[in-house]
């Protein structure tokens, strides 16, 4: 067990540079598997998620060498192989075994996947959707037995845009006989990642970025490679962060476009950003204004950038408004926060921030990934020291957080317990 040590009230100024994006790269790396052969992934984030992934491909006799931030996967000699609690439960992406394998092998056992605990996280889209190309499913317990005979192309609705059944689905239908046209497809920049990686070993799909996707298949594949897109979420943390307390803070190796939701919302508060080819400087900005954040799919609000700007919201002079629309259970940070002084009513999934409030250090718990980001923001602007405990859930998605915050004068430490 770890936690996190933080002494507040410092400026930060130099630059942060923004790694590769963790739901991006949590795909890309069971996708290498449907190429038969050797994938080449740069720009890999140094998260915990990637370990997980890594043991799987693994268990699956996959050959992997990780150097710096490279992983390359040869899946030419993959031995099927069920994948147990211990493995599939460390993340959430690892039901993404369930698209590649199903495409590659036509069968898959697996454990129920594990992951934050933001809500129910049902996957009846992606077993609805593997059963429309073919699939029959198992449902044991804790387990998942997929298998078909042969899968083939069909029209697949979704009744909610959602990334990870789009993402299941694209897996499991390159290797479909015939056309698979998936319908209100989700439209996040890492979707267009991983259509690029597939399409880049053979694959032929067609839509990426829009809310229709249509895979021909089977496809003849072959060694590829892909490099993963900026953290649009790790930016926006940081960017968030730069409001708080950042001095010139640069943001860097960024997408400025997969950001706009926040940066609009950002200079509607009047905060002090300035946003160039790949980067964004932010300064604290004081006086700044109340504003009413709506969570929705890509474009929209991201979910995931909710919890970090709940605090900047502390910080605005009047009532905001943080309103969630994806995950029932967004608001696990709240009660830390009051605890260290935020004025914030829940309501089931909305929240009402009163501010300015002034934050004072406490012991505090993470809950899950983005709302222990929210916490280490906190923290950072709080007066006195706070330390949060169950960190495990930050360092799954934000890579070395400790070292990039310290770089630009966070006073920070991880500490064994
Ligand atoms: N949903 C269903 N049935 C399904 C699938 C989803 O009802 O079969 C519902 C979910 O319960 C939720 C909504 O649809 O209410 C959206 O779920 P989606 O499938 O889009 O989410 P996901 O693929 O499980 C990914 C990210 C999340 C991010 C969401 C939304 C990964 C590994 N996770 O989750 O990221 O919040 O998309 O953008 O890509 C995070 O990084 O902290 C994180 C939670």
């Given at each position: 067990m770890k936690q996190m040590i933080i002494e507040g009230n410092h400026k930060l100024k130099g630059t942060i540079e923004i790694g590769g994006a963790k739901n991006s790269a949590v795909a890309l790396i069971p996708a290498a598997i449907l190429a038969k052969g050797k994938c080449i992934i740069k720009n890999v984030p140094n998260i915990s998620d990637r370990d997980a992934l890594i043991d799987i491909l693994k268990l699956l006799n996959c050959d992997v060498t990780l150097e710096s931030n490279i992983l390359t996967i040869d899946s030419t000699n993959l031995k099927n192989a069920p994948i147990g609690a211990e493995l599939s439960n460390r993340l959430r992406a690892s039901y993404y075994f369930m698209g590649a394998l199903l495409g590659r092998e036509k069968y898959v056992e697996i454990n129920i996947?594990?992951?934050?605990?933001?809500?129910?996280?049902?996957?009846?889209?992606?077993?609805?959707?593997?059963?429309?190309?073919?699939?029959?499913?198992?449902?044991?317990?804790?387990?998942?037995?997929?298998?078909?005979d042969k899968l083939i192309g069909t029209d697949i609705f979704l009744r909610f845009q959602?990334?990870?059944?789009?993402?299941?689905?694209i897996l499991a239908s390159v290797y479909a006989e015939g056309t698979t046209i998936i319908h209100n497809a989700?439209?996040?920049?890492?979707i267009i990642n991983i259509i690029d990686f597939l399409n880049n070993m053979g694959a032929n799909i067609k839509g990426a970025g829009s809310s229709t996707i249509t895979i021909t298949?089977?496809?003849?594949?072959?060694?590829?490679?892909?490099?993963?897109?900026?953290?649009?979420i790790e930016a926006g943390t940081y960017i968030i962060l730069g409001a708080l307390c950042g001095d010139n803070l640069c943001i860097k190796n960024i997408i400025p476009a997969h950001l706009e939701a926040l940066t609009t919302k950002?200079?509607?508060?009047?905060?002090?950003?300035?946003?160039?080819?790949?980067?964004?400087?932010?300064?604290?900005?004081?006086d700044l204004k109340p504003i009413n954040i709506k969570t929705l799919v890509y474009p929209g609000f991201p979910t995931d950038i909710g919890q970090p700007m709940s605090v900047l919201l502390t910080q605005c002079h009047g009532t905001s408004l943080f309103e969630e629309t994806i995950w029932e259970n967004r608001m696990g940070h709240v009660p830390s926060l009051n605890k260290m002084g935020a004025k914030i009513k829940v309501n089931g999934m909305s929240a009402i921030i009163e501010g300015p409030t002034k934050l004072t250090g406490k012991e505090v718990i993470a809950t899950d990934l983005r709302g222990g980001a929210a916490l280490v923001l906190a923290g950072l602007i709080a007066e006195g020291t706070t330390i949060i405990t169950d960190v495990e859930h930050i360092l799954r998605g934000y890579e070395n957080i400790v070292t990039k915050l310290t770089n630009v004068g966070a006073k920070i430490e991880l500490k064994e317990i």
């Amino acid at each position: 067990m770890k936690q996190m040590i933080i002494e507040g009230n410092h400026k930060l100024k130099g630059t942060i540079e923004i790694g590769g994006a963790k739901n991006s790269a949590v795909a890309l790396i069971p996708a290498a598997i449907l190429a038969k052969g050797k994938c080449i992934i740069k720009n890999v984030p140094n998260i915990s998620d990637r370990d997980a992934l890594i043991d799987i491909l693994k268990l699956l006799n996959c050959d992997v060498t990780l150097e710096s931030n490279i992983l390359t996967i040869d899946s030419t000699n993959l031995k099927n192989a069920p994948i147990g609690a211990e493995l599939s439960n460390r993340l959430r992406a690892s039901y993404y075994f369930m698209g590649a394998l199903l495409g590659r092998e036509k069968y898959v056992e697996i454990n129920i996947p594990g992951g934050c605990n933001i809500g129910s996280r049902p996957i009846d889209m992606h077993l609805e959707g593997f059963k429309a190309l073919g699939a029959t499913i198992e449902t044991h317990k804790d387990k998942y037995i997929l298998k078909a005979d042969k899968l083939i192309g069909t029209d697949i609705f979704l009744r909610f845009q959602s990334v990870g059944a789009t993402i299941n689905l694209i897996l499991a239908s390159v290797y479909a006989e015939g056309t698979t046209i998936i319908h209100n497809a989700a439209c996040e920049a890492e979707i267009i990642n991983i259509i690029d990686f597939l399409n880049n070993m053979g694959a032929n799909i067609k839509g990426a970025g829009s809310s229709t996707i249509t895979i021909t298949g089977p496809t003849k594949h072959h060694d590829a490679e892909i490099t993963v897109l900026p953290d649009r979420i790790e930016a926006g943390t940081y960017i968030i962060l730069g409001a708080l307390c950042g001095d010139n803070l640069c943001i860097k190796n960024i997408i400025p476009a997969h950001l706009e939701a926040l940066t609009t919302k950002l200079k509607e508060m009047g905060a002090n950003i300035k946003i160039n080819n790949d980067s964004i400087i932010i300064s604290e900005t004081k006086d700044l204004k109340p504003i009413n954040i709506k969570t929705l799919v890509y474009p929209g609000f991201p979910t995931d950038i909710g919890q970090p700007m709940s605090v900047l919201l502390t910080q605005c002079h009047g009532t905001s408004l943080f309103e969630e629309t994806i995950w029932e259970n967004r608001m696990g940070h709240v009660p830390s926060l009051n605890k260290m002084g935020a004025k914030i009513k829940v309501n089931g999934m909305s929240a009402i921030i009163e501010g300015p409030t002034k934050l004072t250090g406490k012991e505090v718990i993470a809950t899950d990934l983005r709302g222990g980001a929210a916490l280490v923001l906190a923290g950072l602007i709080a007066e006195g020291t706070t330390i949060i405990t169950d960190v495990e859930h930050i360092l799954r998605g934000y890579e070395n957080i400790v070292t990039k915050l310290t770089n630009v004068g966070a006073k920070i430490e991880l500490k064994e317990i």
